[in-house]
T-cell receptor, first 116, second 112 residues
Framework: GAGVSQSPSNKVTEKGKDVELRCDPI?????LYWYRQSLGQGLEFLIY????????KSGLPSDRFSAERTGGSVSTLTIQRTQQEDSAVYLC??????????????FGPGTRLTVL | GEDVEQSLFLSVREGDSSVINCTYT??????LYWYKQEPGAGLQLLTY???NMDMKQDQRLTVLLNKKDKHLSLRIADTQTGDSAIYFC????????????WGLGTSLAVNP
């Protein structure tokens, strides 16, 4: 079945370069989330989309991080001028949920970003 | 602020019961979740409990919720080697953003 997919699965980049991470949510899921999982830090919320708009960007760590979503589907997380502390696994999740009802978040396999 | 805490490691023998504990600070969490992360695999929802429930049982899994103490636990009966994974407790508030606040995860090791 078609789950959440992310690409690339691994990305190694040099400090100072820009990277783009892609998420393809489950078809029909209106909500999309980006999280970051760092060693010893657990999961950290980055940004939430409902449709194409992002009502909550509170988790983005700095202005080097940005994300967009188009057509209510694919989302791209962009990190500019990468730093070594950006190294982590970036996880995307999607959900059918609206409002305050129960909504399981379905996770993609993640993109492992390594900044040298 | 919102915070979810878990013990980091648990080791049990195959066939024993495992109990993974979680405490949270945000009492407005409508639902509380347990996610499982196996090596090399994505996060998967294991079970959840609605905040007005005390207990939920699902086959080998039992979730207990003590709202007064803001304590959540996951009991796995007859633990198997295939249960070895990292277990995350997560909650969210009832706001529209629905973002999940996560614990650091408990690494469960099941020894044969």
């Amino acid at each position: 079945g078609a789950g959440v997919s992310q690409s690339p699965s691994n990305k190694v980049t040099e400090k100072g370069k820009d990277v783009e991470l892609r998420c393809d949510p489950i078809s029909g899921h209106t909500a999309l989330y980006w999280y970051r999982q760092s060693l010893g830090q657990g999961l950290e919320f980055l940004i939430y989309f409902q449709g194409n708009s992002a009502p909550d960007k509170s988790g983005l760590p700095s202005d080097r991080f940005s994300a967009e979503r188009t057509g209510g589907s694919v989302s791209t997380l962009t990190i500019q001028r990468t730093q070594q502390e950006d190294s982590a696994v970036y996880l995307c999740a999607s959900s059918l949920a609206r409002g305050t009802g129960f909504g399981e978040q379905f996770f993609g396999p993640g993109t492992r970003l390594t900044v040298l | 602020g919102e915070d979810v805490e878990q013990s980091l490691f648990l080791s049990v023998r195959e066939g024993d019961s495992s109990v993974i504990n979680c405490t949270y600070t945000d009492s407005s969490s409508t639902y509380l979740y347990w996610y499982k992360q196996e090596p090399g695999a994505g996060l998967q929802l294991l079970t959840y409990i609605f905040s007005n429930m005390d207990m939920k049982q699902d086959q080998r899994l039992t979730v207990l919720l003590n709202k007064k103490d803001k304590h959540l636990s996951l009991r796995i009966a007859d633990t198997q080697t295939g249960d070895s994974a990292i277990y995350f407790c997560a909650g969210h508030n009832a706001g529209n953003n629905r973002k999940l606040i996560w614990g650091l995860g408990t690494s469960l090791a099941v020894n044969p």
